[in-house]
């Protein structure tokens, strides 16, 4: 039984270093630059939201879709759970943090670059794989969610 649930965390995914490091280090810093201008409540209603989303998000495009696949596209892996987990919630969390009126679109455009490179970091890592999937909707997808949904979901919470 025990052997059976290692083989489901699939820890010999190729690349699997990368998510599990980028979620630690994004996990970490929201936990430490959140207080900048969020409270504690901002932080478990914005993590829970973002996780869910996160999750849902990832049973539609993987799952049903099948245009990504993380890891071993057969099993939910511990890289899939540390990604979905942490790595959306924590830089939800950090973009809000740093959210202004004035840097809205500056702060948005920064980091959907930076979403880009964490998920072209998956992509060279080995663990990412695309089955369809374009950059381009990846574009418009964190521009979407920065600009719009983030900025909303605070302003709804406060």
Partial sequence: MLEQAIQHLDLAA???WFPITVSLCLFI???ILFKRQLT???FYITFSVVGFMGWLCDVIITR???VI???DP???GIGDIVSYTFILPSLSI???AYLTAKNKWVLSLLFCAGSLLIEYGMIKSGYMHLNGWFFIYSIAVYFLVYAFVLPWHIAFIK
């Fill in 14 to 16: 190729h690349g699997l």
């Fill in 29 to 31: 810093l929201a936990l």
């Fill in 40 to 42: 504690w409540r901002d």
């Fill in 64 to 66: 049903v879709f099948n």
């Fill in 69 to 71: 696949d993380l890891g």
């Fill in 74 to 76: 057969k099993v939910t």
């Fill in 94 to 96: 950090l973009f809000l």
